[in-house]
């Protein structure tokens, strides 16, 4: 296949939303009211995707849920990782892939902007080297294929937009002004009441059934 007939997958940034959510339908997140990204790629004949993932969760909560989104099955965070950080340890159920035919032969090409691009990073790490962690306290019969490594054929090219790969100024000055805790509160707060009104799943989603 020609570079062109891979499908392109946007996973969004901090506090971002992809195709799933009813936001996007009001406010695209790529591209906003400028240019719907997805429509581009596909008006030059390349299949695009916005995945979604937790807008505020870690890259690896984060590139879990893009593989079981990508495949079509449970997010699974992982034995060891979900006891060690006190979780359940399967998050929700994709009924289907986001696209049909995902293999070496259909390879993806991947885009991730801003904390995307750290997500995308840790997903083509997993998917290549997986988790030894992961490996010896899962019996092979269970273990996520994204654990086992050896995948790195699947995916084509990476491309992160804006990602702060090296750590962002942003944290840097709120630790300065001593404000990290209240930054903290206010997006717990904000996930607390969003999280659990009408909104959720509608309009926005949290991707926080494992909490």
């Known amino acids: 296949m020609d570079n062109s ?3 392109v997958i946007l996973v969004h940034g901090m506090f971002g939303w992809g195709a799933d959510e009813g936001i996007n339908k009001k406010i695209p997140y790529w591209g906003a009211n400028a240019l719907k990204v997805t429509d581009f790629f596909e008006e030059h004949g390349m299949e695009c995707y916005a995945a979604s993932v937790g807008p505020i969760s870690s890259a690896w909560d984060r590139a879990c849920e893009l593989y079981a989104r990508l495949t079509g099955t449970t997010v699974d965070y992982g034995k060891a990782h979900s006891e060690k950080y006190g979780h359940r340890r399967f998050g929700r159920k994709y009924d289907k892939p986001l696209f ?3 293999s070496s032969e259909k390879k993806i090409h991947l885009i991730g902007h801003s904390f995307g691009g750290n997500t995308v990073r840790m997903f083509v790490y997993l998917m290549t080297y997986g988790s030894e962690e992961e490996r010896k306290a899962t019996g092979s019969d269970e273990l996520s294929g994204l654990f086992a490594g050896g995948r790195e054929s699947l995916i084509k090219t990476v491309v992160t937009l804006c990602a ?18 209240i930054l903290e509160a206010v997006a717990y707060n904000y996930i607390g009441i969003a999280g659990r009104s009408k909104l ?3 309009f926005v989603d949290f991707h926080c059934e494992h909490l």
Do not use: E, L, M, S
Request: net charge positive; charged share 20%; glycine share 14%.
């Open 200 to 202: 959720q799943g509608k």
């Open 100 to 102: 049909d035919g995902w």
């Open 5 to 7: 007939d891979y499908p």
């Open 164 to 181: 702060p790969h090296n750590g962002t100024v942003a944290f840097a000055v709120a630790r300065q002004y001593g404000i990290v805790k």
